[in-house]
């Protein structure tokens, strides 16, 4: 079975940090890129970070460059998000996605980025 989980999620304050981890299962990691997406309230999801399933390249939204970072362990089945600097509009549920043949989803995390 297929699993996607997120974990990490929480409420900060503005300038704070976090770090957002999303455990795979059930199919072969290190064949699949990764991404993390988020949906702020009332707004479509968007691409945070991807990274390549070797993990030899990345990409980032403009909004979130240098200030966050993308990475996995394929030894560990598991990707991650440093975020920095986080402001109130990077508020929203954190989302995993797995990429190759198939496309599978985490059931996301909530960041909330509050005083």
């Known amino acids: 079975q297929v699993q996607l989980v997120e974990s990490g999620g929480g409420l900060v304050q503005p300038g704070g940090s976090l770090r957002l981890s999303c455990a795979a299962s059930g199919f072969t990691f290190s064949n699949y890129a990764m991404s993390w997406y988020r949906q702020p309230p009332g707004k479509e999801r968007e691409l945070v970070a991807g990274?390549?399933?070797?993990?030899?390249?990345?990409n980032y939204a403009e909004s979130v460059k240098g200030r966050f970072t993308i990475s996995r362990d394929n030894a560990k089945n598991t990707v991650y998000l440093e975020m920095n600097s986080l402001k109130p509009e990077d508020t929203a549920v954190y989302y995993c996605?797995?990429?190759?043949?198939?496309?599978?989803w985490g059931q996301g995390t909530q960041v909330t980025v509050s005083s």
């Open positions: 990274i390549t399933s070797v993990g030899g390249s990345t």
């Open positions: 996605k797995a990429r190759w043949i198939m496309a599978y």
